[in-house]
């Protein structure tokens, strides 16, 4: 067996129990601990040290949870985003897995948004072509983050506005291209959300909402094109 192996051995195991299979690697301050392929935390001293940014930082701070800068024993290293959850989190299962499944989201997430802005052109991204770019070029939406801005339900609608001609499958192929996947690969979790705040931009504008037969029937088409 590793170093790294027996020194992480107790938190992977900790963590396995909470939400599968947990990785660790040797950095030069401690051990990264991964969960397939995304390094949410820290591992140092027999302390174990969560990633989390906005929301989740604040939520961590406010349950008493100590950031790596001031908590580690050694300071210089000006490690942020990083924090030590307190005890009563440690003990409630359910909040912890919570909380540990929330920062690998948020580093998921970020990652998608890293890969798509190194493209600049639309036609670029998943599933859009010169034809989506150039109806996009009508509600001013150029590049690639711009449409990360404005988000797939914004720009649906802003062409519905213009008269434009987009069916609900040109909102899914938007809808996937953010997410950096194939639109058939789309989960029914991701195209509930999406249309929930589909409707809710449609309601704002004073516009019909989406049925869920026009739903289905999108979905089909999709597949069978």
């Known amino acids: 067996m590793s170093i790294t192996y027996d020194a992480t051995l107790e938190i992977r195991r900790e963590l396995a129990a909470l939400i599968g299979e947990v990785r660790a690697k040797s950095l030069f301050t401690g051990y990264g601990l991964f969960y397939k392929n995304i390094m949410f935390g820290i591992y140092q001293n027999s302390r174990f040290y969560l990633r989390a940014v906005d929301s989740l930082a604040e939520h961590l701070i406010k349950l008493g949870a100590v950031p790596y800068v001031v908590d580690a024993e050694n300071p210089d290293l000006k490690i942020s985003q990083y924090y030590r959850l307190p005890e009563s989190v440690l003990e409630n299962k359910i909040e912890y897995r919570f909380l ?21 052109r639309i036609k670029e991204l998943p599933n859009l072509s010169i034809k989506h770019e150039k109806l996009l070029y009508k ?78 029937r999108s979905i089909v088409r999709l597949k069978n094109s």
Not at 100 to 120: G, P, Y
Not at 163 to 186: C, D, H, R, Y
């Open 139 to 216: 509600i001013n939406v150029l590049n690639v983050d711009t449409l990360i801005r404005f988000g797939a339900e914004v720009c649906y609608v802003e062409l519905r506005k213009s008269e434009a001609s987009v069916n609900l499958e040109f909102f899914w192929n938007l809808t996937a291209a953010l997410l950096n996947k194939n639109v058939l690969l789309l989960t029914d979790k991701e195209r509930e959300n999406a249309i929930v705040r589909l409707n809710k931009a449609l309601k704002v504008e004073g516009m019909r909402e989406i049925s869920q037969k026009e739903i289905d």
């Open 100 to 120: 540990v499944l929330f920062s690998i989201k948020q580093v998921a997430d970020k990652l998608k948004e890293s890969q798509l802005r190194k493209k600049t």
